[in-house]
């Protein structure tokens, strides 16, 4: 059975840092793309991060751009998301994906498989 586990999420102040991580089981992450999204309450579910197969390229929101940093280690099928200068507008509930093959869209919609999210609250 496919399985996606996130964990990390927590309250933490505006300019902290949280880091997320993805573990998944029933399957060998090296074959897939995978990413973390986001939704805020409100809100359609967002693009945060995501990352090829071996992990030689990624794609970061604008929003998150110099403050988030997407890896991933094959050897562990782990999924890591460090995210850094934590703001009030990056609350919401992180979700790992992942969908089998080389790219790695920022659409939620291409992706297969999903964990069950982690809540992200900044707030001091």
């Known amino acids: 059975q496919l399985q996606l586990v996130e964990s990390g999420g927590g309250l933490v102040q505006p300019g902290g840092s949280l880091r997320l991580a993805c573990t998944a089981s029933?399957?060998?992450?090296?074959?897939?793309?995978i990413g973390w999204f986001r939704q805020a309450p409100g809100k359609e579910r967002e693009g945060v991060s995501t990352?090829?197969?071996?992990?030689?390229?990624?794609n970061h929101a604008g929003s998150v751009k110099g403050r988030f940093t997407i890896s991933r280690d094959n050897a562990k099928n782990t999924l890591y998301l460090q995210m850094n200068s934590l703001k009030s507008e990056d609350t919401a509930v992180y979700y790992c994906?992942?969908?089998?093959?080389?790219?790695?869209?920022?659409?939620?919609?291409?992706?297969?498989?999903w964990g069950q999210g982690t809540q992200v609250t900044v707030s001091s």
């Open positions: 990352i090829t197969p071996s992990g030689g390229y990624t």
């Open positions: 029933g399957f060998a992450l090296v074959d897939y793309s």
């Open positions: 994906a992942a969908r089998r093959g080389s790219l790695a869209p920022m659409r939620f919609d291409w992706y297969d498989y």
